[in-house]
């Protein structure tokens, strides 16, 4: 069965440095996004992309996130100069198309910032 | 804003046990529901969507009512593998962001 798949399992970093966070959709999936949970809260939605583009974002996603789809497979989280309130489980998921609702998680990097 | 909310729990059962969770959203456009699992560190998973007519998946019953924007799920003949957090998650609609509830904790005991 097709997953969502992401690198790293877990990223620890100090503050101020920049991290990415990688992940491969589904492969015929057109639609992809970015949630976070921090430890404890609710999962929060951070950013969604379609045609190479963002579709709709969150006031969470501010000027130090970023995303981009470098090739045909990956979908990349960029945090320019990670936080202290950083620190969280970022999942990655993807949907089919227009008509599907089901968004397919990836199993989460565990990003912890010193 | 958009929010989702859940009884927090936790709920501890013994097997066998049947289990209901409430939700309600505050968003009377909301057009999708739909209940997830998570397990303990791990991505939450689809457990199934939730019809105006009410669906059942085997040992699992989920119901919405549009007119009081309330969801529920109910678990019956409660397994120990069914211990994990209960999250309610609405959408506006297709590939639009998915508003989570914080989620019920469940804890099924021998």
């Given at each position: 069965e097709p997953e969502v798949t992401q690198t790293p399992s877990h990223q620890?970093?100090?503050?101020?440095?920049?991290?990415?966070?990688?992940?491969?959709?589904?492969?015929?999936?057109?639609?992809?996004?970015?949630?976070?949970?921090?430890?404890?809260?609710?999962?929060?939605?951070?950013?969604s992309f379609y045609n190479n583009e963002i579709s709709e974002k969150s006031e969470i996603f501010d000027d130090q996130f970023s995303v981009e789809r470098p090739d045909g497979s990956n979908f990349t989280l960029k945090i320019r100069s990670t936080k202290l309130e950083d620190s969280a489980m970022y999942?990655?998921?993807?949907?089919?198309?227009?008509?599907?609702?089901t968004q397919y998680f990836g199993p989460g990097t565990r990003l912890l910032v010193l | 804003r958009k929010e989702v909310e859940q009884d927090p729990g936790p709920f501890n059962v013994p097997e066998g046990a049947t289990v209901a969770f409430n939700c309600t959203y505050s968003n009377s456009a909301s057009q999708s529901f739909f209940w997830y699992r998570q397990d303990c560190r791990k991505e939450p998973k689809l457990l199934m969507s939730v019809y105006s007519?009410?669906?059942?998946?085997?040992?699992?019953t989920a119901q919405?009512?549009?007119?009081?924007?309330?969801?529920?799920?109910l678990i019956r003949d409660s397994k120990l593998s069914d211990s994990?957090?209960?999250?309610?998650?609405?959408?506006?609609?297709?590939?639009?962001?998915?508003?989570?509830?914080?989620?019920?904790?469940?804890?099924?005991?021998a």
């Open positions: 620890v970093t100090q503050m101020g440095q920049e991290v990415i966070l990688r992940c491969v959709p589904i492969s015929n999936h057109l639609y992809f996004y970015w949630y976070r949970q921090i430890l404890g809260q609710k999962v929060e939605f951070l950013v999942f990655c998921a993807s949907s089919r198309d227009s008509t599907e609702e | 007519s009410g669906n059942e998946d085997g040992r699992f919405l009512n549009r007119a009081s924007q309330y969801i529920s799920l994990a957090t209960y999250l309610c998650v609405v959408t506006d609609s297709g590939n639009t962001p998915l508003v989570f509830g914080k989620g019920t904790r469940l804890s099924v005991i």
